[in-house]
């Protein structure tokens, strides 16, 4: 089965785009990926999604526009991965860009993505995966981390404990270990707030190679600030997004301190920040061994200070080592999701989400599996029996 796998993440800068063959070996799912395109967001609707994430104030209108507007770009990027595919594709899995995931006192209430599926259905003429977090929240979990069942397929726990590492906007941790459920969680920001503060200080969309705050210095009270932050005290399952890590939460943090603190210096803590989040995180689970993915991978000053504090405790290395390109993984886990889902198996791990049950995740648009099924003729009218 061929699918093509989407994924827009909470950096919003862009599609990943995969394409992807499953074959079901009796219990082993064999993939061959079949390639991988990068297709960036126009400056213009980066900054319409910006516009309408929180804590900014937004109208149904400009949720209407950008959802229709985000779902011609997901057609292309659909159409180029059926290309990447062969010129065929059974599915398509679009799970939308995230605009809010509604947390209240530690529970997630609801989840919302954007990205009109049926204007992908209309592109590629083939069923489409989408809002695949809604069934997990249902079922009462966070409707996030829904990588980690990719993980757990992956990386064999025998070896001892090993954690999963995903460095998109939101820093992801997944940890197996012999005899132990899957745990995985947000452990909190990995681009967002180097993001937001690169936009504005630099007035650039990131720091390339995190060059800037390899020049700079940690600010070690803007750090001790940031770390206060109650969420890392957070037992999982927890998740977390921009809703939390945006640009006005980093002016409340820079404002408290009664000083100036220069844009390299900021860069530098806050990819401190992320590096000591994440290495505390994976002390805690006394892993051996972390396989990254996602565009902080590609961050070399983010990645150096991850092996240095992990020196000595685990060892740090790429999912491409593995066979899955890291900037690609997480639509290589989309695209399993849709495998599973398409043969009616659940794809969220209640051991992760805090779920009461194993749901199967998505909705699909227009016909789902049932579109292989013989059809009857199309009726010319109706009775109705008494």
């Not at 994976?282 to 902080?296: F, I, M, P, S, W």
Request: hydrophobic share 45%; glycine share 12%; with cysteine.
């Amino acid at each position: 089965m061929r699918i093509v796998g989407l994924m827009s993440g909470t950096s919003y800068d862009g599609v990943d785009v995969v394409a992807a063959e499953f074959t079901a070996d009796g219990d082993t799912l064999r993939l061959r990926p079949l390639g991988h395109r990068e297709l960036a967001y126009p400056d213009d609707l980066r900054a319409e999604i910006g516009t309408l994430l929180p804590p900014a104030a937004t109208t149904i209108e400009a949720v209407c526009r950008l959802d229709n507007r985000l779902g011609e770009v997901f057609a292309e990027a659909a159409a180029a991965g059926v290309d990447l595919a062969g010129g065929t594709a059974d599915a398509v899995v679009s799970p939308g860009q995230t605009v809010f995931h509604w947390v209240e006192d530690g529970r997630v209430r609801g989840t919302l993505q954007l990205g009109a599926p049926a204007r992908v259905a209309a592109r590629v003429g083939v069923p489409v995966l989408h809002d695949l977090r809604s069934a997990d929240v249902a079922a009462g979990g966070q409707g996030a981390p829904l990588v980690p069942a990719f993980d757990a397929l992956l990386l064999d726990p025998a070896a001892g404990p090993r954690a999963a590492l995903n460095l998109g906007g939101i820093a992801n941790l997944t940890v197996v270990a012999p005899g132990a459920p899957v745990l995985g969680y947000d452990v909190g920001p990995a681009n967002a707030l180097l993001d937001a503060a690169a936009r504005r200080f630099l007035d650039r969309p990131c720091d390339v190679d995190g060059a800037r705050a390899a020049a700079g210095r940690v600010h070690e009270a803007l750090l001790a600030r940031l770390l206060a932050e109650p969420y890392y005290a957070a037992p999982p399952p927890k998740s977390t997004g921009k809703e939390l890590f945006h640009g006005g939460y980093l002016d409340a943090a820079l404002s408290g301190l009664g000083e100036p603190v220069g844009a390299d210096d900021v860069l530098a803590t806050l990819t401190e920040l992320t590096a000591r989040t994440v290495a505390d995180a994976c002390d805690r689970h006394r892993v051996a061994e972390v396989v990254a993915a996602g565009g902080g991978v590609r961050n070399p000053t983010l990645r150096a200070r991850l092996a240095a504090l992990g020196a000595g405790r685990w060892r740090l290395r790429t999912t491409d080592e593995l066979g899955v390109p890291a900037q690609a993984k997480e639509a290589y886990a989309f695209a399993l999701l849709g495998w599973l889902s398409w043969h009616g198996l659940p794809g969220a791990v209640p051991s992760v989400t805090g779920a009461s049950r194993a749901a199967v995740l998505g909705s699909w648009t227009p016909a789902g599996p049932s579109a292989t099924a013989p059809r009857p003729p199309a009726p010319r009218r109706l009775v109705v029996d008494a």
